[in-house]
């Protein structure tokens, strides 16, 4: 009995032997798929991410550069205030200076002059200790003091200050 | 001689509010601008807001805290403000009358001009052509901002405007041409006026941009200044630097607020919600100063941004510069993305001249019309899906409303912080009517469907 299934189990067995390798082989390829598939993600996830970080770095190395631009102009643009600041110091005390001169009271005479051709001739004038003069009247006043005229000096300038910095 | 030896007027008759009255003055005109000296040596400054006689009386930019009329002292210059020009205002922060904030010296130029301006020669002018690109899609695919045009924007409230305004400064570009960005700001407070200020920080080139800061706090009189003088210095630039110069100007709702108070000081006869009768002329001579000159190869853009108080666009102030303004870009709450622009009620009159082959792409005109119509019936399909349900309507208008999705999605919705180039806003523009079948992109030409269209034929 068993011989004469003994054909029908070794067909069977050949049968399932060849299903087996289907089969198998069928897992093989499909698993080589998943894998290449999963290889093909691996590498798309990659190079998205790369791209990510490179648009990232490129985005930070353009805010880095603003700000370190922004940040020197900020320098720049101070050290310019701190020239003209030092200008107008230097300016005063030379102006000042003139006090010292041999030629001052002629100097005070043409500002007399000066004040009361601007304000009108009835101006009282008065020297000030700081130099220069001052003219008063009713309602108004003419300030010739040296300080005042130093900083309309530089005011006067205009553009001209800009050749402090220069290059 | 006066330079040398000015007048000082110490006969002060009264300070109020912000007015000083000085008496026995001579030759003094309306306008004129003005320095005041207190006790303590501090120098302000101001304009002539009346004069009657001898008396003159004197709006104190800085305010008139502190003064006291016995030891107050007031020169006059003898003329309207005027502000030195050139291209030291690159890349400078200052304030609403152009004094710096940014710790740098004051602003210098070998030329100066008044702040008033002068009206352009009519038969000089030269039509807008050639856009700028603002990098927002919405704006540069259907809207598009033209070199020498005035559009406003009008901003329904509670939206984020002047966001808008600021990305729109610290983005725009006309190419390889020269360009400059003017932003001045108006009646700010200080959040808003610190959110511009970071907007416009990321600006690439910072020796591009100009800004003027007139803060809430800041005297009103100053905010009428702040426009003028930002326009002042763009027509130099403009027109003997020989740069593309784009003036945006936000908020001009606060600006038409200060004319009326000071309207209401000189006691004019008030019109329209109190607004002063010329309040349109005003507005025109400010929005008049853009425009292009023949032989010149510079020009300034104007972009006023408004808020619209109550969401009304019959204000005074929206409508009347509606009548000056070249375009309009609405930006609307019923638009739930950033920027909010509402594209059927937005429109730029003069963007013929700015796109199309050469300046932007051949099809421009033709996608935006398509994009326009589009919209339009997706809007009606829209009010139908309303009444009959969405799954009453036809298979061709659920078509349109997807388009008109995603139009919002691709198109339209932009981070504050996202610069679009003009190839990225064609692409999207491109995947938003290929949404459509082909047979119903009508507009748009055999050659150009080819070449852009990526949905099923």
Redesign the interface.
């Known amino acids: 009995m068993r011989d004469a299934l003994a054909p029908l189990a070794g067909t069977l067995s050949r049968q399932a032997g060849i299903d087996a390798r289907a089969i198998v082989a069928g897992a093989e390829e499909e698993a080589a798929q998943v894998v290449a598939a999963a290889r093909q993600e691996a590498r798309t996830i990659l190079a998205d991410a790369r791209a990510d970080g490179a648009a990232q770095a490129e985005a930070a190395a353009?805010?880095e550069r603003?700000r370190a631009?922004?940040q020197a102009?900020?320098m720049e643009?101070?050290a310019?205030?701190e020239?003209?600041d030092e200008l107008r110091v230097r300016s005063a005390a030379a102006v000042r200076a003139l006090r010292d001169d041999p030629c001052y009271p002629r100097l005070l005479d043409r500002l007399s002059a000066?004040?009361r051709?601007?304000?009108g001739a009835d101006l009282v004038v008065e020297e000030q200790p700081d130099g220069g003069v001052l003219a008063k009247g009713?309602?108004?006043?003419?300030?010739?003091t040296l300080g005042a005229?130093a900083a309309?000096a530089v005011e006067?300038l205009?553009?001209e200050?800009?050749r402090l910095w220069a290059p | 001689?006066?330079?040398?030896?000015?007048?000082?007027?110490?006969?002060v008759a009264e300070l109020r509010g912000p007015l000083v009255v000085v008496?026995?003055v001579q030759n003094v005109g309306w306008d004129e601008y003005a320095t005041i000296t207190l006790e303590s040596g501090e120098r302000r400054h101001g304009l002539v807001l009346d004069v009657d006689r001898d008396l003159a009386v004197v709006q104190v930019l800085e305010g008139t805290g502190g003064l006291r009329a016995e030891t107050t002292?007031v020169t006059f210059a003898g003329s309207p403000l005027r502000i030195?020009v050139?291209a030291?205002w690159r890349?400078r922060v200052c304030n609403g009358r152009g004094r710096?904030l940014?710790?740098?010296?004051p602003v210098?130029?070998?030329d100066s001009a008044p702040v008033a301006g002068l009206p352009m020669n009519p038969t000089v002018r030269e039509p807008p052509a050639e856009p700028v690109i603002t990098g927002v899609s919405a704006v540069d695919a259907l809207t598009t901002l033209v070199r020498g045009q005035k559009m406003a924007v009008f901003a329904e409230s509670g939206l984020p405007h002047l966001e808008f305004a600021a990305q729109v400064a610290a983005q725009a570009h006309t190419g390889d041409a020269p360009f400059s960005v003017i932003f001045a700001a108006m009646g700010l407070t200080h959040g808003d006026a610190g959110t511009v200020r970071d907007i416009l920080?990321?600006?690439?080139s910072?020796?591009e941009l100009t800004v003027l800061l007139n803060l809430a706090g800041d005297p009103v009189i100053e905010r009428l200044l702040t426009p003028r003088i930002a326009l002042t210095v763009a027509e130099h630039l403009a027109f003997v630097l020989r740069r593309h110069v784009l003036v945006v100007l936000a908020d001009m709702t606060s600006y038409c607020e200060a004319l009326r108070e000071v309207s209401t000081a000189r006691g004019e006869i008030p019109a329209r919600r109190a607004y002063p009768g010329y309040l349109y002329s005003d507005l025109a001579s400010i929005y008049e100063r853009c425009g292009r000159i023949r032989g010149r190869p510079g020009s300034v853009t104007v972009l006023p941004v408004l808020s619209m108080p109550a969401g009304d666009i019959t204000h005074p102030v929206p409508d009347l510069t509606g009548y000056i303004t070249e375009g309009q870009i609405l930006l609307s709450r019923e638009v739930t993305s950033y920027p909010h622009i509402d594209p059927l009620s937005s429109l730029s009159r003069m963007m013929r001249a700015g796109v199309g082959a050469g300046r932007t792409r051949p099809e421009h005109l033709d996608l935006a019309a398509q994009i326009q119509a589009g919209l339009s019936r997706a809007r009606q399909a829209g009010e139908l899906a309303d009444v009959v349900g969405e799954s009453a309507l036809s298979p061709a208008d659920r078509r349109y409303l997807a388009m008109a999705e995603a139009f919002r999605t691709r198109l339209l919705a932009q981070r504050p912080d996202e610069v679009r180039t003009l190839e990225e806003t064609f692409e999207r523009a491109w995947q938003v009517v290929s949404v459509l079948p082909r047979g119903e992109l009508s507009m748009l030409s055999e050659e150009s469907l080819e070449a852009g269209y990526e949905g099923e034929s």
């Open positions: 353009v805010t603003i631009e922004r102009r900020d643009l101070a310019r205030r020239a003209l000066l004040a051709a601007a304000g009713r309602g108004r006043r003419v300030d010739c005229l309309r006067a205009g553009a200050v800009e | 001689m006066t330079t040398w030896a000015p007048i000082e007027y110490t006969d008496q026995g002292r030195p050139g030291g890349g710096p940014d710790g740098g010296p210098f130029g070998h920080d990321t600006r690439s910072a020796a």
